[in-house]
């Protein structure tokens, strides 16, 4: 079994950052991609940003050039950097890890 638990959630301003982190317990396979999804109100879940085992990175075109997603395989880690947030960047955002998911932090962005 692996357990994920995100943090780093907030309140913040339009333009402003957040840094979100995910540290997984557990049996982790290295080899296997980790990923950020997010969730808003109403709407399905979507993928934000993935990353390889060996660092390879995948956005939505929507975050790409403000969000930077990073992984420590050593320590069972990985981070979402969010810069010039948006209004729109609003919801909840959830930790993936194969099958598994993380509970959820909530992101709101105040316009």
């Known amino acids: 079994q692996v357990r994920l638990v995100e943090s780093g959630g907030g309140l913040v301003q339009a333009g402003g950052s957040l840094r979100l982190s995910c540290a997984a317990f557990?049996?982790?396979?290295?080899?296997?991609?980790m990923g950020w999804y997010r969730q808003a109100p109403g709407k399905q879940r979507e993928l934000v940003a993935q990353?390889?085992?060996?660092?390879?990175?995948n956005y939505a075109d929507s975050v790409k050039g403000r969000f930077t997603i990073s992984r420590d395989n050593a320590k069972n880690t990985m981070v979402l950097q969010m810069n010039s947030l948006k209004p729109e960047d609003t919801g909840v955002y959830y930790c993936?890890?194969?099958?598994?998911w993380g509970q959820g932090t909530q992101v709101t962005v105040s316009s």
């Open positions: 993936n890890f194969f099958t598994f």
């Open positions: 557990g049996s982790i396979f290295h080899g296997v991609a």
């Open positions: 990353i390889s085992s060996g660092g390879s990175t």
